[in-house]
C-alpha cells in the first residue's frame, strides 16, 4: 500500500523527548516554506494521549510556526520507541551541519536503544560488554566505524563550558577525547584556565592533563602550568640563511664551526652588555 500523508495542525505536533539534535532559527528554510509550503514531510508517531510525536522535521514545525503555517503534511508511522530512536538519529546525522556535541548524544541515544532492543532476559543482572556491545556500536553509525561512534560518545563526559568549546572549535576533538576523561572538577579548573589566560590545549597537553588526572596529581596548579606552557609551534625560532653570514668566516668553515662562533661571540656581547649595566647601576649609586 501507499503511505499517506496527512495534514496535521501544528498544536497537535509535540517534540521528541530528549532531542539531541537543536533546533536553530533557518532564515533560508523559512523563506522556503513561506514561498514554497513544506515540500517534505515531516515523519511523525501518534502518541497514546494524543496528538503527535515528531520523528522528523522539528525544524520545518519551527520555520512553519516562525512564517504563521498553522498545520503541516506528515508520514504518520507506527514506531516502538527503539526504531523512532533509530529514525530520528539517521534522518539528521546527513544535515550539512551537525555540531560534534549532537552527533554525540545523538550516537549515545541511539547506541542505548539499539542495546535495550538487543537485551535478553536470561542475561538479566549481567553486564552484557564484549563482542556483543561492539557489534551494536557498529551499527550505530553508518559511515563511520564502532570506534569513532565510541569516541564521540565520549564527548559526552565533557562539562557544557568545554563541550561548548568543542562546537565552537576552540578544542579540537583529539584534545576533547582526552579531556573527557578528567574529573568535572578537573574539567572545571581547566576551563577556568582558558578562560583567564586565553589559552586552549594541545593534544599533548590535553594528554598531559589525563596521566596526571589518572595518578591523582591533576590540580589547579599543575592546570595552570600546563597550559601556561609555551607549545612547540609556539615558540619563536631565528633562522639564518648560511649565504648570508658565510662571508663573515674564513672558507671551509663548516655549518658547526660557523655556528661556535656565533655563540662564542654572543657570549662575549653578553658579558661586555653586564659588565656596562654594572658600571650604570654603580655611577648611578652615587
Known sequence: MKEQIKNI???????????????REDTELQESVRDYGVISPLVVRP??????EIISGHRRKAACEAVGIKDIPAFVRKLDDTAAVVALVDSNLHREHVLPSEKAFAYKLKLGAIKRQGERSDLAGFDTCGQAVHKSRDDVAISESGRQVQRYIRLTKLIPQLLKAVDEGKIAFSPAIELSYLSEHEQAALHWTMESEERTPSLSQSQHMRRLSAEGLLNMDAVFKIMTEIKPNQQEKLKLKTENIR??????????QMERVIMKLLAEWQRKREDRNREDRSRGAR
Open 9 to 23: 495542525p501544528l498544536a497537535d505536533l509535540h517534540p521528541f523527548p530528549d532531542n539531541p539534535f537543536s533546533v
Open 47 to 52: 502518541l497514546e494521549s494524543g496528538g503527535y
Open 247 to 256: 662571508g663573515f668566516f674564513p672558507k671551509g668553515y663548516d655549518i658547526q
